[in-house]
């Protein structure tokens, strides 16, 4: 799970907090990351593993949508793969 959130409320954030972290940790969930960022959209791209992802990035074909992408938006690329066993 992914989360992008814009705060309204600092204050209610502690208190939600503390409910949500201890409800998802009882789920079985773990908070392996938490941050902030400046961009208000967002986008999943599943791929079938991190070589695929990869070799997508920097393939041909999507290299040559680099130059749009770049005039288009402010983007940030991460792959996320799954922790090993």
């Known amino acids: ?3 992008h959130a814009t705060i309204k409320a ?6 939600y ?6 409800s ?9 990351l938490a941050g902030s ?13 991190s070589k695929a992802a990869r070799d ?6 999507y290299k040559s949508a680099v130059f749009t ?3 288009a938006m402010d983007a ?3 792959l996320a793969e799954d922790p090993p066993d």
């Open 37 to 49: 960022h400046d961009h208000p959209c967002a986008a999943i791209i599943r791929f079938a593993n």
């Open 76 to 78: 940030v690329f991460i």
């Open 69 to 71: 992408r770049e005039q």
């Open 1 to 3: 799970m992914i989360v």
């Open 56 to 61: 997508w990035y920097v393939s041909d074909a």
């Open 10 to 15: 600092p204050e209610k954030l502690k208190e």
């Open 17 to 22: 907090a503390a409910v949500g972290n201890a």
């Open 24 to 32: 998802s940790k009882a789920a079985g969930g773990e908070v392996v």
